[in-house]
């Protein structure tokens, strides 16, 4: 590729006033390299000022992305557990500084104007410690206190770069499904104790700062309604698999209360008041925190019959929920006979205490 020699250049350059100029340099320094914006800042800083901090050299999404790749199949293949040569001995030990190495670099990554190489990898990070919970990766009791990644903070990122990218439309579209998939109310530590447990934080929580407009809340409901439709339709409908897929819409609805009664609070009297039915009879979800979430709809709605009965049958399956119990004895349900027992030897502990 032809450039100019240095006399061209400056030859140009002269033929601009200064606001040209200006308008140069600056599209130069957002738009340019990390490379490039540490140049400029360092013939802006004054004499005799230290330099700045150098930045870390900028990374190769896509070779970023490949590592990610890499790293998650053989640890989904079990080559951090042994007897995989893929993996040697000492990378075995080594596991959470690979782990950690790569949270860094791909949050390099997603500096990146182009954002989707940064994003997919970063999700598949995400969903590896989504699945360490429950699944033996690595050699260690929790691997992601041990790794000391915090989840929530890099949802939170990861979702701003695709927002500030990409657009509100393409974050709505991406972080519902991923929303679906990662909630955990209790965190995302197998312990719920520890430094890096201190730190986490729902992500209902990190998507509440994000929606700042009425207007948000409703696309972002239409596309996590849609994706909740998809999940659905994934589900299978034999019998054999029936009673797993119950469990899982039960264990779904838990994780995702919080949310669900975001959208309650937000959509309720709007105009998209509707897709709060949507909501409480979605074939995605389903156990007594559904119940529940009738529940305070009918009771929103004045149908105080239909609340009471709702929470008492959801008190029936899970007898010791607080919030159950509150509103309960705020629209004055009945309450079944171990719920009973559990609020009456609550009282008592407060009492005597």
Request: aromatic share 8%; net charge negative.
């Amino acid at each position: 590729m032809n450039r100019m020699d240095r006399e061209q250049f400056f030859a140009r350059l002269g033929a601009l006033d200064e606001e040209h100029v200006r308008k140069a340099l600056w599209n130069l320094y957002w738009r340019g390299t990390a490379t490039v914006r540490q140049r400029i800042e360092a013939e802006l800083e004054p004499e005799g000022r230290p330099p700045r901090r150098k930045e870390p050299e900028p990374v190769d999404p896509e070779g970023t992305l490949d590592e990610v790749r890499d790293f998650v199949a053989l640890a989904r293949a079990g080559a951090y557990l042994g007897g995989d040569r893929r993996v040697l001995p000492r990378e075995r030990a080594r596991w959470r500084f690979t782990f950690q190495r790569l949270v860094k670099d791909v949050e390099r990554a997603l500096d990146d104007d182009d954002v989707s190489a940064g994003a997919e990898a970063m999700a598949l990070l995400i969903d590896l410690a989504q699945e360490t919970r429950g699944y033996e990766y690595f050699r260690s009791e929790d691997p992601i206190e041990a790794a000391r990644v915090v989840v929530s903070d890099e949802v939170s990122l990861l979702w701003s770069r695709v927002s500030d990218r990409l657009g509100f439309a393409e974050l709505a579209r991406s972080a519902s499904p991923q929303l679906i998939r990662w909630e955990s109310s209790y965190g995302w530590t197998r312990t719920g104790f520890g430094r890096v447990s201190e730190k986490e934080t729902p992500l209902a929580v990190v998507l509440e700062r994000m929606l700042t407009v009425p207007d948000h809340w409703i696309a972002f409901t239409d596309a996590y309604l849609e994706a909740l439709d998809q999940v659905a339709a994934n589900s299978s409908a034999s019998s054999a698999r029936r009673q797993a897929s119950t469990a899982s819409r039960d264990h779904r609805t838990r994780e995702l209360a919080a949310w669900h009664a975001m959208l309650l609070d937000r959509l309720f009297g709007s105009e998209a008041e509707d897709r709060l039915d949507r909501l409480a009879s979605h074939p995605a979800l389903g156990g007594p925190d559904l119940a529940y979430l009738q529940a305070q709809l009918a009771r929103r709605r004045g149908h105080l019959e239909a609340a009471r009965r709702l929470v008492t049958g959801a008190l029936a399956q899970l007898p010791g929920h607080r919030d159950y119990l509150a509103l309960a004895n705020e629209i004055g349900a009945p309450l079944p006979e171990r719920a009973r027992e559990l609020a009456r030897s609550r009282i008592e502990r407060l009492m005597g205490s």
